[in-house]
């Protein structure tokens, strides 16, 4: 038997513990993580343009990298990054990626003479799931299950085609047309309705229209 004081003070930390996982709000714990990795490939340069056979050896390490949407490709150079701009733009081009502005800083040095591309890519996931460590039965404490939305966090992080899109979003077209924007509205504003003759919509299939 334990004197009667730490009794008293074992029981606050004794709930405490029975709370362990407990969501009493109706949004998930879960969200998903993502994470960055700079990886870097120096390449000797001539005359602002890559060392002969060094264009083979930037392809292969593209190649190697499996380069994707969501993938940036930068130069560093030293200076504005114009160095083999040409020559790196053109290998980037065959994977649908073009140049960033800036390169971001590296941690190693720079020897002389080469350039240095950096590729920098995000990945998404969900730490921690799925959780079961919280029941989704009933109970008396109304909590959430701890394993709730385990599966949209997971599926968002696995559909997310720039996993950098969930930091800091996606900008939206610089212009647009208005006219463009509003023709569908005015087309249907100025269709004569079906009962005074005017036109219905055409019912489609797979096999096209009827």
């Not at 996982?21 to 879960?30: A, E, I, K, P, T």
């Not at 502005?101 to 720079?110: E, G």
């Given at each position: 038997?334990?004197?009667?004081?730490?009794?008293?003070?074992?029981?606050?930390?004794?709930?405490?513990?029975?709370?362990?996982?407990?969501?009493?709000?109706?949004?998930?714990?879960?969200?998903?993580?993502?994470?960055?990795q700079d990886l870097t490939?120096?390449?000797?340069?001539?005359?602002?343009?890559?060392?002969?056979?060094?264009?083979?050896?930037?392809?292969?390490?593209?190649?190697?990298?499996?380069?994707?949407?969501?993938?940036?490709?930068?130069?560093?150079?030293?200076?504005?990054?114009?160095?083999?701009?040409?020559?790196?733009?053109?290998?980037?081009?065959?994977?649908?990626?073009?140049?960033?502005?800036?390169?971001?800083?590296?941690?190693?040095?720079?020897?002389?003479?080469?350039?240095?591309?950096?590729?920098?890519?995000?990945?998404?996931?969900?730490?921690?799931?799925?959780?079961?460590?919280?029941?989704?039965?009933?109970?008396?404490?109304?909590?959430?299950?701890?394993?709730?939305?385990?599966?949209?966090?997971?599926?968002?992080?696995?559909?997310?085609?720039?996993?950098?899109?969930?930091?800091?979003?996606?900008?939206?077209?610089?212009?647009?047309?208005?006219?463009?924007?509003?023709?569908?509205?005015?087309?249907?504003?100025?269709?004569?309705?079906?009962?005074?003759?005017?036109?219905?919509?055409?019912?489609?299939?797979?096999?096209?229209?009827?």
């Open positions: 038997m334990f004197p009667r004081p730490v009794l008293a003070i074992l029981a606050p930390s004794l709930l405490l513990a029975g709370c362990a996982g407990y969501n009493g709000g109706l949004d998930s714990v879960h969200q998903p993580v993502v994470s960055r490939l120096d390449l000797q340069a001539e005359n602002g343009r890559l060392a002969a056979g060094e264009g083979q050896r930037l392809a292969d390490w593209m190649a190697a990298m499996d380069l994707r949407y969501g993938d940036r490709i930068a130069i560093d150079d030293g200076l504005d990054g114009s160095t083999a701009r040409t020559d790196v733009a053109a290998a980037a081009g065959r994977y649908g990626l073009m140049l960033a502005d800036r390169a971001p800083a590296t941690p190693s040095p720079r020897a002389a003479g080469t350039v240095r591309v950096v590729l920098t890519r995000t990945t998404a996931s969900v730490p921690g799931c799925p959780d079961y460590s919280h029941p989704s039965m009933m109970t008396a404490d109304a909590s959430t299950s701890s394993n709730f939305g385990c599966a949209t966090a997971a599926n968002l992080a696995a559909m997310i085609a720039d996993p950098a899109d969930l930091v800091r979003g996606a900008p939206g077209a610089p212009l647009s047309d208005p006219q463009t924007a509003t023709k569908a509205v005015g087309a249907y504003r100025a269709a004569v309705p079906s009962g005074g003759g005017g036109r219905t919509v055409k019912s489609e299939s797979a096999g096209g229209p009827k």
